[in-house]
Structures are given as structure tokens and as C-alpha cells.
């Protein structure tokens, strides 16, 4: 295992301390975003700008909401690929 418990936490609180590097990075960059609408001209500008934003909102609540995962997968195909599309075939 890459990053073990080594810590003696409980594994719903060290899978909350595991999320939070991708989601403070993600709010960084969204309060980045945030401050550079100010200065945005034109249209284009200002909805890349805010495209880029909803898609850090994305990252963060989905970081946060992510369930845990019940079981590994049963192989390397079904990680790349998703069960969904190895079902389906």
C-alpha cells in the first residue's frame, strides 16, 4: 500500500485527511479564478473564466462527496477502463 494508516486514525477520518491536498487545491485555484474575473474583458474571457471555476467547484465537491470504496476491482482492464464498459461488452 502506497499511504498506509500508520497513524492509528480511524479510516473514515484518514480518508477525510487524505482528501484534503486535492480539495485545498482546488479552492486555491478557485479563489485564483475568482480574483481574475475582476480584470476579465470580454465575453470570452469571462466565461472561460467562469467554466474554469465550475469545473474546481466540480473537483472539490466531488472530492468531498466521494464515497469510500467497497472492494478492489477484480483487474487492471476494469481500473482503466470502469466495470460499467467491461459489463456492457
Known amino acids: 500500500m502506497l ?3 500508520k497513524w492509528g486514525l480511524s479510516p473514515i477520518l484518514y480518508d477525510a485527511v487524505m482528501r484534503l491536498p486535492l480539495t485545498a487545491f ?5 479563489v485564483r ?3 481574475g ?3 476579465a474583458q470580454g465575453m470570452l474571457h469571462i466565461a472561460a473564466h467562469v467554466a474554469t471555476m ?3 467547484a ?6 468531498i462527496a466521494r464515497r469510500r470504496p ?3 476491482a477484480d ?3 476494469l481500473v482503466l477502463i470502469g466495470r460499467p464498459l467491461a459489463e456492457a461488452a
Open 70 to 72: 467497497v472492494r478492489q
Open 37 to 39: 474575473l475582476e480584470s
Open 54 to 56: 465550475l469545473f474546481l
Open 33 to 35: 479564478e475568482w480574483q
Open 26 to 30: 482546488a479552492a486555491y485555484f478557485l
Open 75 to 77: 483487474g487492471w482492464l
Open 3 to 5: 499511504l498506509e494508516n
Open 58 to 63: 466540480l473537483i472539490a465537491v466531488m472530492t
